[in-house]
């Protein structure tokens, strides 16, 4: 096991995924001597030089399109997009063209592509650096959309999403970056959780909390701080947001009865809205109270001096707790 | 009148003046046989082509309109929800069709209808798609045709990765060279798509050809509301040569491509090809030009036929004896009635064929819908009512 922070870790899995298979490309801006604003690439250009790690010209359309084109030759190209609020100029190249590629086929074309996108907000940046899209994503069908919490899953998860044969968007918790977690870098990823699966990261009895991304950590303090008044919760990290592991969701919320979901996102016609749909069809009899959700308002991401108040905290999570106690 | 409509006129009658220094858009091209019939030499162009290979050309060019004129019909007796016509533009997609190599790959548009020909898929696969039966049939990897886009431009971009994967596979130079041919129209010129493509391959100097077929018409848009200047003459601003053709002319068409081919194959980049051609009808079998061209344009571009020029130039030198030209149009009605009665027989695909492909294994939601919707479709069975 290493302690590494969750980009050093990303850092890590795209390096064994570069050192696996020589298809497998990286294509961003700024991903080659500069690492990646974020440096999730450093020292990859380097060791495995420009024409794997691929500088590409700015215009986001452009970094999905020929990222399409080089997996119909064979490759697997892993694209950065370099904040979540500039993945809408490629929206057409993704939802148009690479998720629906398989189908449009009848099987005959994979378009084995990863999308990074550094994603959510509480770093104090301006506009369009601070947004959750999972959503247009996970209802894009033909995309599988993941988000790893911790550095052991950003790890493990990154290789998973670039080996798997399926178009992957891949989000990561931009200010979790520089958590640091255990990280068994010396075996592989067989023995890690399939790409499709949730995991229970604390278990509880009395409530389940399903969450994703950025709010894994929010979650797990909350949960601990909702000991001392004696309230038992379980913090479900999704991990995949399309397809959602129903089952796992499904048996911790059997066995708790109530159920919040927290995200960034605005919880208008969030995830939150499908999975309490899908909740409260398959768990109706078991459940002591409605699916409660929090997360951003129903307004664009404001300006970064209010983001305190627009993101849910560990008070906002745990009156939303609180209020599945109230029925 | 009121004062506020007063200014809104103004402002209409300000805003609809023609553009300053509007270039004549016809202008120069490459041609090495006119609309007449007559061959023309072009030191830049000789030709590599025997008279077997014109007449096979001209057959091409025959039978693709045919197969046309069958999905126009086809359409009109609700055989076929749409169909998008390469009336007019035959020669630009045999010509370019006939000079790729079996090791080139393409990207088409949703019209490339004569280019799929030269890559021997069944014209029955194009219907099929425009019928509503499957998004696009054929395997794309055999054929080295990519499935029909039908998003403006998006395939270019496709295109040019593609010419970056062969580049990473040292497909450049030598015996084994490799090429793509990216094809699009005028309206395409102005998405954002094809111009990053243009940076792209003018940058990583991709083994590609930007094949552009100038019809003049964007559905109603006329080419000056897409661009100032003729249209090759962008590609000087990317950094890589652009030349105009005469995009009915399908000698010229299959030059200017076998060069611009070799040219990518051998290392030297991307070339950007504007085939100057008409589009003789309709954008799709929904549009009604009637509403924004006159005939009188149409009159003109007839006399610039692709096919005419091609059967007067063989006639005329010996080339091809009568009996050559009807059995041309034998074999035309011959493949008309062909894919007339394949289309009107071509049966649906089953009900739960839409839950297929979504990704390389079924999802457990995706499978959970699938059973519900079966079992839902069953409850019919069972109680007789289908």
């Not at chain 1, 699966?197 to 894994?216: C, H, M, N, S, W």
């Not at chain 2, 571009?301 to 692709?306: A, I, M, Q, R």
Request: contains cysteine.
């Amino acid at each position: 096991m290493t302690t590494l922070t969750l980009s050093k870790a990303l850092n890590a899995g795209l390096r064994k995924a570069l050192e696996n298979d020589p298809k497998v490309l990286i294509m961003g801006e700024d991903v080659g001597k500069l690492g990646g604003v974020f440096r999730v690439t450093d020292g990859l250009q380097k060791d495995f030089g420009e024409a794997r790690v691929i500088d590409t010209p700015l215009a986001e359309s452009g970094i999905v399109g020929t990222a399409i084109g080089l997996a119909l030759r064979g490759y697997r190209p892993v694209c950065e997009i370099q904040f979540d609020g500039f993945v809408y100029p490629a929206a057409n190249q993704i939802i148009s063209q690479l998720a629906k590629m398989r189908y449009r086929s009848r099987g005959q074309l994979s378009l084995p592509v990863t999308i990074r996108i550094p994603c959510g907000g509480g770093i104090g940046a301006v506009e369009h650096h601070s947004e959750s899209p999972e959503a247009i994503f996970a209802h894009t069908a033909g995309l599988r959309v993941v988000a790893c919490g911790d550095a052991a899953d950003a790890f493990a998860m990154i290789q998973q999403s670039i080996s798997s044969d399926d178009p992957v968007i891949f989000f990561e918790p931009k200010r979790r970056y520089w958590d640091k977690g255990e990280v068994d870098t010396a075996n592989g990823v067989a023995a890690a959780l399939p790409l499709d699966r949730a995991k229970v990261a604390l278990e509880g009895t009395d409530v389940t909390l399903l969450t994703y991304g950025p709010l894994v950590r929010t979650c797990l303090e909350s949960a601990l701080a909702a000991r001392g008044d004696g309230r038992s919760i379980e913090v479900v990290d999704l991990r995949s947001l399309s397809p959602l592991d129903m089952d796992a969701i499904c048996a911790s919320v059997r066995k708790t009865g109530r159920c919040v979901v927290a995200h960034e996102a605005p919880v208008y016609a969030g995830l939150g809205a499908e999975i309490a749909a899908r909740v409260t069809e398959q768990c109706f009899y078991q459940l002591e109270a409605p699916v409660l959700r929090v997360g951003g308002f129903a307004t664009p991401y404001p300006p970064s001096r209010l983001e305190d108040y627009y993101l849910p905290d560990l008070d906002r999570i745990l009156d939303a707790v609180d209020r599945t106690f109230g029925y | 009148m009121t004062v506020e409509s007063g200014a809104a006129t103004t402002a209409a009658l300000t805003l609809n003046q023609p553009a300053p220094d509007m270039p004549d858009q016809a202008g120069e091209f490459v041609q090495l046989l006119t609309p007449e019939g007559e061959r023309i030499d072009h030191p830049d162009y000789p030709l590599d082509l025997s008279a077997a290979d014109i007449r096979g050309m001209y057959r091409d060019l025959v039978l693709v309109r045919a197969i046309d004129t069958t999905a126009i019909s086809l359409q009109r007796q609700g055989e076929l929800g749409i169909w998008a016509s390469l009336l007019g533009q035959e020669a630009a997609q045999i010509g370019s069709g006939r000079a790729l190599g079996p090791q080139d790959m393409v990207f088409p548009t949703y019209r490339e209808h004569g280019v799929a020909w030269c890559r021997g898929i069944d014209p029955v696969k194009l219907l099929a798609l425009y019928r509503g039966v499957s998004h696009g049939g054929w395997d794309p990897k055999e054929h080295k045709f990519h499935l029909y886009t039908i998003v403006i431009g998006s395939q270019t971009l496709h295109a040019t990765g593609y010419a970056m994967g062969i580049q990473r596979d040292g497909a450049v130079g030598g015996d084994e060279a490799e090429a793509v041919i990216a094809y699009f129209g005028d309206g395409a010129t102005s998405q954002g798509d094809v111009n990053e493509a243009f940076v792209w391959a003018s940058v990583f100097n991709a083994p590609i050809v930007f094949f552009c077929q100038n019809n003049q018409w964007a559905i109603s848009e006329p080419l000056e509301k897409q661009s100032r200047i003729p249209l090759y003459q962008r590609a000087r601003g990317f950094g890589f040569p652009g030349l105009r053709v005469d995009g009915n002319d399908v000698l010229a068409c299959y030059a200017v491509t076998q060069k611009a081919l070799q040219a990518a194959r051998e290392g030297q980049g991307p070339t950007f090809i504007e085939a100057f051609t008409y589009r003789m009808g309709a954008h799709t079998t929904t549009d009604d030009p009637t509403r924004y061209r006159l005939a009188s344009e149409l009159e003109v571009w007839k006399h610039k036929d692709p096919i005419e020029r091609v059967r007067a130039y063989l006639a005329r030198t010996g080339q091809a004896e009568p009996e050559f030209f009807a059995g041309v149009d034998a074999e035309a009605k011959q493949v008309g009635a062909r894919v007339r009665e394949a289309c009107r027989t071509m049966p649906d695909p089953p009900p739960l064929a839409i839950f297929d492909h979504v990704y390389a294994e079924p999802t457990s939601i995706l499978q959970t819908e699938r059973e519900q919707f079966a079992a839902y479709l069953d409850s019919f069975e069972q109680e007789g009512a289908r």
